[in-house]
């Protein structure tokens, strides 16, 4: 169980978090600039939105700068995620193998996976 300000030493978290954060960030900018793209368009296109306030365009380029972080924090969250699952499966396979391996070597089978298994046909 954790407790009290653990998470500032469980590295695991703060790599996650650094992540999320590198994906919003990335989300934000790149959304960001789609969004600006769609409102230089509307402006020059659109008489209804020329007529909008500058807070309401701020807040629709804010809006897709938001969501475009949300979206990229959330995709760089689960990629992590699964980095970390295959890192630590492949780990615990290792182990398994290693005592499989140590198991076969206690009961006189050396060199399992070695040389001690493979025969010379060069002479």
Do not use: C
Not at 72 to 101: F, I, N, P, Q
Request: glycine share 12%; aromatic share 10%.
């Amino acid at each position: 169980m954790r407790h009290h300000g653990s998470l500032t030493k469980d590295e695991e978290m703060n790599n996650a978090a650094w992540e999320a954060a590198r994906g919003a960030t990335t989300g934000a900018v790149k959304w960001g600039l789609y969004a600006g793209a769609a409102g230089a368009a509307a402006y020059a296109f659109s008489p209804m939105y020329r007529g909008l306030t500058i807070q309401f365009k701020v807040y629709l380029q804010m809006a897709g700068m938001i969501v475009g972080s949300m979206v990229e924090a959330d995709k760089r969250m689960l990629a992590y995620e699964t980095r970390v699952r295959h890192h630590k499966r492949m780990v615990r396979d290792m182990e398994v193998w290693r005592r499989y391996e140590a198991d076969f070597e206690s009961k006189g089978t050396p060199g399992v996976g070695g040389e001690g298994n493979v025969r010379r046909t060069d002479g």
